[in-house]
């Protein structure tokens, strides 16, 4: 397995209770650390192999750990985020993403032209938007024909709750707050404008109702 781009992490900074960059920083041994690498890794399986897109938005950009790894497989690589930090995580990233276009902008209304990108990446994101139909529609607005929509979050029960529950104790970040939406409204929202390519649950990959993450390639 290719080791992750996570280059330049330890000049980022927490941008909200919400940013799980301090879990990427734990010692590789961790398990909270290993859990959060395995969302990304199972997120960029579902990647095309031996090509880069054209256009990559990443929506929820946050401290920046993404954005190296994301920014190596395409041509342009853009990402939002709503809070108000984005010039310090530009600053941060200097050379590292040096073409990075940061955009302060919320999921639900976004400054791009219709079809603007052929990949859009959200993992751990949707479960934060309250307003689960505007966002899907919006992404499927700036998503070209054709394009793929990758996504990733958490299927609520009592085992990814309780891993949420252990995250807490170490960043604040409190689900019960931060997370508003879960998976069947998000998977709802998806399909009334979607068309699914792949999916896949963790650790049972055909089983989603008994898993605790969920990724997936959809299209429109």
Known sequence: MNELNLRGIERLQKTSDADGLELYRMSWWNPLRWIFLKRLRLMLDLFPQR???NRLLEIGVGSGVLAPELSGRCRQYVAIDIHPNLPRVRRALGDVVPTAGLVNA???CMPFADGSFDAIFALSVLEHVREIDDA???LGRV???GGSL???F???NFASNAVLDVVKLFIGFDRKVHHPTNH?????ALKKSMERVTERSYPWRNRVEGSMFYVAQWTR
């Open 184 to 188: 069947r409204q998000i998977l709802s």
């Open 150 to 152: 990758f996504v990733g």
């Open 51 to 53: 090509e880069r897109f």
């Open 106 to 108: 919320n999921v639900c």
């Open 154 to 156: 958490p299927i609520e």
């Open 143 to 145: 998503l070209a024909p």
């Open 136 to 138: 899907v529609s919006e």
